[in-house]
């Protein structure tokens, strides 16, 4: 086989020479570098342009032995069968997150501009921890860094850096919260204490339905994941205010220190955002640190039309962004941003054979300094293509239509009886479950539910989450893509009828009665 229009002599020459040399990519090698990119760019356009189905609906027992018997001591050498073999281990049965009908986590299809970023930064292959190993990558990191500070209102003093996600993003957050409570409750004691002694009274308050990267930091950061108090949200799934007020009170009386409070500006289940000002106002009152994880909401910040509905961000202590959920771009791209530049000291270690203080005060840039990797992806540059191609407004625009689309969801299925819908959302997703008949197809509610979920993957048609609610079984949509239209989801909603349906009868059958004894 060969590469689109190129002779296999000239792409595979390299490799049957068994000269390894000639896989560098450098000044000599930029014809292969050319031909192995365009093949490779040219399966994936081929299979995106003929991908009728999220998914395929291939099982992990299915699909694991031909993975397994790949024997990866014999290389093919030859790019366009290692293309081949690619095929059938992955491209064939891959999660498509651009088709319309996949509708189940946060994964967005990506913009065009941001994937030709991802060819240039893998490529020139940057480090962004310091400037001799990125030059003017840090640079643009530092203006995006900026630009979203100032899209948040975070004022002067504010900073940042690109993390590998938002799990990175609040975990780093609650690191720097951490320091700053512990350097508080030093100065404020009148007795010497050491760390030993103030990290068992850390305590973080979130809401009960943020996201569990909060417990896992907590676990990481020495606390344990019971240092996390969920503090309860309303039946509108934002956190309530006088619930919040109460576990700040509780804690004072019971000698705790609260280290930081999370509020959430786009639950991952309901999309709702906690009334940022209000928590605020109580954070403000009580000296706390306000952490908010808008990983999914960020998109709210290049929206023209809904950008109100992040008021009072600015008054955050740190907020997480996730670029790679609500800003069309590839996994990764996140960031932590933070008020204070200074708290970012609290992550900063001077090596004396990557970033030496010397460096500092010569006021060299450099991104290790701020951040808890050391090598470091370039992965702001997709952003930077993508606002210089695009610009902002138009990530608004895209992420405006998927907030409407799931407002009209909402109201189809309020109006369809074989559904039941919770909670409206404030940004994209759509929780709801099939309620079978009543009568003794009630009892299998759950049951149902979780069965057509799964027919429905299996099928590969669409794809669509699950979650709990008050302990039962919910599916939900988390609509990001523009092009999923009401009608797939209209359609999506009777094919999932039509799969619970079929398993209510297959269990209420006098048959299968009869066979279940
Ligand atoms: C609200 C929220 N915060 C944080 C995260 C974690 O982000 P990541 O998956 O990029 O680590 C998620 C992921 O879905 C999320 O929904």
């Known amino acids: 086989m060969s590469f689109q229009g190129q002779p296999a002599a000239t792409v595979t020459s390299a490799a049957r020479t068994g000269n390894a040399r000639a896989h560098l990519f450098n000044d000599r090698t930029v014809d292969g570098y050319r031909l192995s990119l365009?093949?490779?760019?040219?399966?994936?356009?081929?299979?995106?342009?003929?991908?009728?189905?999220?998914?395929?609906?291939?099982?992990?027992?299915?699909?694991?032995?031909?993975?397994?018997?790949?024997?990866?001591?014999?290389?093919?050498?030859?790019?366009?069968?290692?293309?081949?073999?690619?095929?059938?281990?992955?491209?064939?049965?891959?999660?498509?997150?651009?088709?319309p009908r996949y509708l189940a986590h946060l994964n967005c299809p990506v913009v065009i501009p941001a994937l030709l970023g991802?060819?240039?930064?893998?490529?020139?292959?940057?480090?962004?921890?310091?400037?001799?190993?990125?030059?003017?990558?840090?640079?643009?990191?530092?203006?995006?860094?900026?630009?979203?500070?100032?899209?948040?209102?975070?004022?002067?003093?504010?900073?940042?850096?690109?993390?590998?996600?938002g799990s990175q993003s609040n975990f780093q957050a609650l690191l720097l919260a951490r320091e700053e409570a512990c350097v508080l409750a030093a100065k404020n004691s009148a007795v010497p204490l050491t760390k030993h002694d103030i990290l068992p009274k850390l305590r973080i308050l979130a809401s009960e339905a943020?996201?569990?990267?909060?417990?896992?930091?907590?676990?990481?950061?020495?606390?344990?994941m019971e240092a996390v108090i969920c503090v309860e949200a309303g039946p509108d799934r934002r956190m309530r205010p006088a619930a919040l007020a109460r576990e700040i009170d509780h804690c004072d009386r019971e000698g705790l220190t609260v280290m930081a409070v999370?509020?959430?500006?786009?639950?991952?289940?309901?999309?709702?955002?906690?009334?940022?000002?209000?928590?605020?106002?109580l954070c403000e009152w009580a000296g706390l640190w306000l952490h908010v994880d808008a990983a999914y909401g960020c998109g709210l910040l290049a929206s023209r039309t809904r950008r109100h509905l992040l008021?009072?961000?600015?008054?955050?202590?740190?907020?997480?962004?996730?670029?790679?959920?609500?800003?069309?771009?590839?996994?990764?791209?996140?960031?932590?941003?933070?008020?204070?530049?200074?708290?970012?000291?609290?992550?900063?270690?001077?090596?004396?054979?990557?970033?030496?203080a010397r460096m500092a005060e010569q006021r060299i840039p450099n991104q290790v300094d701020k951040s808890i990797q050391t090598t470091r992806r370039f992965d702001a540059l997709k952003l930077w293509l993508t606002l210089r191609i695009m610009g902002a407004d138009a990530i608004g625009e895209l992420f405006d239509e998927v907030v409407d689309r799931a407002a009209d969801a909402w109201e189809l299925l309020t109006d369809d009886p074989r559904f039941e819908v919770v909670t409206k959302s404030q940004l994209s997703t759509v929780v709801f479950r099939y309620l079978p008949p009543e009568g003794p197809a009630r009892a299998l509610t759950d049951a149902s539910n979780l069965y057509a979920r799964e027919a429905l993957a299996a099928s590969g048609e669409a794809v669509v989450?699950?979650?709990?609610?008050?302990?039962?079984?919910?599916?939900?949509?988390?609509?990001?893509?523009?092009?999923?239209?009401?009608?797939?989801?209209?359609?999506?909603?009777d094919l999932l009828a039509e799969h619970a349906g079929r398993y209510l009868n297959e269990q209420l059958s006098p048959e299968f009665r009869r066979l279940a004894g």
């Not at 790949?70 to 997150?97: H, N």
């Not at 001799?132 to 990558?137: C, E, K, L, P, T």
């Not at 943020?210 to 344990?224: D, E, N, R, T, W």
Request: aromatic residues 8%.
């Open 38 to 99: 365009a093949a490779g760019v040219e399966r994936v356009a081929t299979r995106i342009a003929r991908t009728e189905r999220p998914f395929s609906g291939i099982t992990p027992a299915a699909l694991a032995p031909e993975i397994t018997a790949i024997d990866l001591e014999s290389p093919l050498a030859d790019p366009a069968a290692a293309l081949d073999e690619l095929e059938s281990v992955y491209l064939r049965d891959a999660v498509y997150f651009h088709h």
């Open 210 to 224: 943020g996201h569990f990267s909060v417990q896992k930091a907590a676990k990481m950061l020495g606390l344990g």
């Open 118 to 165: 991802e060819a240039v930064l893998t490529a020139v292959n940057s480090s962004l921890d310091t400037w001799d190993q990125s030059a003017g990558g840090t640079l643009i990191e530092r203006r995006l860094i900026d630009w979203t500070a100032q899209r948040l209102g975070l004022g002067q003093d504010a900073d940042g850096v690109f993390t590998s996600g």
């Open 465 to 493: 989450a699950g979650t709990k609610v008050d302990g039962r079984h919910f599916l939900k949509f988390t609509l990001l893509n523009p092009e999923t239209s009401l009608d797939d989801i209209a359609a999506v909603l």
């Open 262 to 281: 999370v509020a959430t500006a786009g639950t991952t289940d309901f999309g709702t955002i906690d009334p940022l000002d209000r928590i605020a106002d």
């Open 311 to 356: 008021a009072g961000i600015e008054r955050a202590d740190s907020v997480t962004v996730d670029y790679h959920k609500s800003f069309f771009q590839p996994v990764s791209s996140s960031a932590l941003l933070v008020r204070d530049k200074s708290t970012l000291r609290h992550a900063t270690y001077y090596a004396d054979y990557l970033n030496p």
